[in-house]
């Protein structure tokens, strides 16, 4: 069996054909929804709320999952959205993650996620995409969650973003800071 490869995308810059074609174009045959809330405010990205999203992969063939336990509470959301007022930044605008936000999802979520069941549970004949909204992996628990997969299981990670020419750029080490 070859490697095990987890891609990550967001919501923020794709429209809906360019996001499917970006899933298709990476062999992506499930996404895995770790969002809370699976909602999206602006009439922009309301391909991406829950209803239509689902019904956007299915008729692509893509399978749909939601990991709610990978979602960040929101208490941890709010702590976030603290520190971009801090910076004077927008989640849309984001490039980073608070450091306190990041040590308390890796210490609150992730160190208590069953992630080896997203690595066990492989999407067959291709690989799975972990989804967010933020564009930015680095900005985004979805970062987190894929540097944990890539250094405890050595799953092999690529990022899908709306602005690179490939549409997939290689997880590289140090994206983020999941001990």
């Not at 987890?6 to 969002?35: C, K, Q, S």
């Not at 309301?46 to 992969?57: D, G, H, I, P, V």
């Not at 959205?81 to 801090?86: L, P, S």
Request: charged share 25%; net charge neutral.
């Amino acid at each position: 069996m070859p490697d095990p490869t987890m891609a990550t995308i967001g919501v923020y810059g794709w429209t809906l054909p360019a996001f499917v074609e970006a899933l298709h174009d990476a062999n992506v045959r499930t996404v895995i929804d770790v969002r809370q809330r699976r909602g999206v405010r602006g009439s922009q990205y309301s391909w991406a709320n829950a209803r239509r999203l689902q019904a956007a992969l299915a008729e692509a063939q893509i399978a749909y999952r939601h990991r709610k336990d990978l979602a960040p509470t929101t208490e941890l959301r709010q702590l976030q959205y603290a520190a971009d007022d801090r910076l004077g930044v927008g989640k849309r605008s984001r490039v980073a993650l608070d450091a306190e936000y990041r040590e308390r999802y890796i210490q609150e979520i992730l160190d208590h996620a069953d992630l080896g069941a997203l690595v066990a549970q492989p999407a067959e004949d291709g690989a799975s995409a972990l989804l967010c909204v933020e564009r930015d992996p680095a900005a985004c628990h979805r970062g987190l969650i894929a540097e944990r997969l890539a250094h405890r299981y050595g799953v092999r990670v690529v990022h899908l973003r709306p602005d690179d020419d490939s549409a997939a750029a290689a997880w590289e080490p140090g994206l983020t800071a999941a001990r």
